[in-house]
């Protein structure tokens, strides 16, 4: 099985042929697999970044963090937006609103961290980036599946392409 599944990687990475005549049938199939392993490799980057992104971010809040009660002005499953006074009393609306704001609603009191240097980077209260590694990991999940689906059709008409090639040889050459 995993012999198989390894010769079907090989067969999957964009690798051009010297002892078979380059078609453009071939080099549609070679460019469309180098595509896939890009559009691939960029989701998988973009997934890491945004794990590492909240990571840096909640560095940022617990290396000077102040806690306030805010209220939650408006609530949507990936963004809040949010109003706070600090203990200096000076009110804030984080411009991009409050990070990790799920399960929130409109009229909400609830705490949340900040960066006292920046007001403007908030999340609520005990949240963490590990919430973001699950949405991340899913994503990556995702287009790795996609990803390889698309890839083993390719492989297979690049086989059913190279057995016409086989056939038409063989025919004018009887």
């Excluded at 939650?72 to 990936?78: D, I, K, N, Q």
């Amino acid at each position: 099985m995993i012999g198989r599944l390894l010769a079907l990687l090989r067969a999957a990475l964009p690798r051009r042929n010297p002892d078979v005549v380059d078609t453009k049938q071939r080099k549609l199939l070679r460019w469309s697999k180098c595509a896939v392993w890009i559009l691939v490799g960029l989701v998988t980057l973009q997934s890491v970044l945004l794990v590492a992104g909240a990571w840096r971010n909640d560095r940022q809040i617990e290396r000077n963090m102040g806690v306030a009660q805010a209220e939650v002005l408006s609530a949507g499953p990936r963004r809040s937006t949010i109003e706070f006074v600090t203990p200096d009393r000076v009110t804030y609306r984080p411009e991009l609103g409050v990070l990790y704001p799920s399960e929130l609603a409109e009229g909400m009191r609830i705490y949340v961290e900040y960066d006292k240097n920046d007001p403007d980077l908030v999340r609520v209260q005990h949240r963490t980036a590990a919430l973001a590694i699950i949405p991340a990991g899913s994503i990556a999940v995702v287009a790795w599946l996609i990803a390889g689906l698309v890839l083993t059709v390719l492989v297979f008409l690049e086989r059913r392409v190279s057995q016409l090639d086989i056939s038409l040889d063989s025919q004018l050459l009887s």
